[in-house]
């Protein structure tokens, strides 16, 4: 027989920790992203560098962010720069992209078709088709299955 089963010591184990199947959120990143940088971003699309401004916004996108001001601020800019591609160049800026950055972009494009402007859904919609021409469907399928949101 047990010695000391009057003890509860053991009712104070979080058993729950050790199972497999509990879903825990992905821990985001301790640095907090602020989003591109306005002045850089605008002073690349004065120059018409618009592969290098699209870039910029891109890979500083703040997708680990909550803030959502800084979010809606990385959604403009970024519809700055996509509405400043003139028509015949947006397959030729697409194509120097990475894939990552065409998965990102993606993003934007759908972020932007849930906040349309005047004559911008068209203009999207161009962008779509040329990052659907090389990202495929799965470009597609991983946007609107990630959790992290631009």
Known sequence: MAKNTSSSAFRKIDIDQYNEDNFKEDEAEQ???TGPDE???C???NQARYVEA???VLNNAPLGSTDQQ???NALSLTLKVLIAVKSAQIEEVVGNLSLDDIDILMKYIYRG???PSEGSSGHLLLWHEKAFNI???GSIVRVLSD???V
Request: glycine residues 12%.
């Open 43 to 45: 002073a690349l699309l």
């Open 113 to 115: 078709f849930e906040y």
């Open 54 to 56: 699209l870039k910029h």
């Open 147 to 149: 959790r992290m949101k």
């Open 135 to 137: 990202g495929g469907a």
């Open 39 to 41: 002045g850089e971003v």
């Open 31 to 33: 640095a907090v992203p």
């Open 70 to 72: 800084v979010k809606d």
